[in-house]
């Protein structure tokens, strides 16, 4: 425990989040680095999806996004899994109570930050979790989109891991093209490019 403390006003309690955060890249994936094949960390990801939000905003389904909003959302909204840790995509089970785990982290994690602060905080990690703006949509295309592409560029380590296959790859992830068409379409053609190439298994056969 340090013995350094903050202050108690506004940029105290800022200082003490951005402090609370840092964990973030104590938090693992399951999907894994191209290069070094380690689990990749959560903040790692937010860094990565939040260049992906700039990089590919012109294949966004709506032209005139709010790229700030759309940012905002992805670097804050993994914050949560401080808390609440990585819930696995393909984990049923864990997904069952992710909502209510990661709401109680978020009032906890937001709730350190000025009040004013942690509200907007919170209104942009809930606009996310809704998904009722084109913002929020584009916001979890390029979030769905990272994982598969570190899959495919790592012969699908964390699919052959846990044994999943092409048809629960695109059920978890087609909600790309609710924020971008061209997206999910490159991703389709990649997908059963995998196929073929063995890293990723086709559905069993019944």
């Given at each position: 425990?340090?013995?350094?403390?903050?202050?108690?006003?506004?940029?105290?309690?800022?200082?003490?989040?951005?402090?609370?955060?840092?964990?973030?890249?104590?938090?693992?994936?399951q999907s894994r680095l191209t290069q070094s094949r380690r689990h990749e960390n959560d903040a790692e990801h937010s860094w990565h999806l939040a260049l992906a939000v700039i990089l590919l905003a012109e294949h966004a389904n709506e032209p005139n996004l709010d790229i700030l909003r759309?940012?905002?959302?992805?670097?804050?909204?993994?914050?949560?899994?401080?808390?609440?840790?990585?819930?696995?995509?393909?984990?049923?089970?864990g997904m069952a109570d992710q909502h209510e785990r990661e709401a109680r982290a978020a009032d906890r994690i937001f709730g350190m930050l000025p009040p004013d602060q942690g509200a907007e905080f919170r209104a942009a990690w809930d606009e996310f979790e809704a998904q009722a703006t084109v913002e929020a949509k584009f916001a979890l295309a390029c979030d769905r989109f990272q994982p598969m592409l570190l899959n495919l560029m790592t012969d699908g380590a964390s699919w052959r891991e846990h044994g999943i296959t092409h048809d629960r790859v695109v059920a978890r992830n087609n909600c790309v093209a609710h924020g971008s068409s061209a997206l999910w379409d490159r991703m389709t053609d990649m997908l059963d490019q995998a196929v073929a190439a063995g890293i990723v298994a086709p559905p069993p056969t019944s």
């Open positions: 425990m340090s013995a350094i403390t903050f202050g108690n006003d506004a940029l105290g309690r800022q200082i003490a989040f951005l402090v609370e955060v840092d964990k973030l890249k104590e938090v693992f994936r759309v940012l905002r959302m992805v670097i804050l909204h993994d914050l949560v899994e401080i808390d609440a840790g990585d819930t696995f995509a393909y984990d049923e089970a």
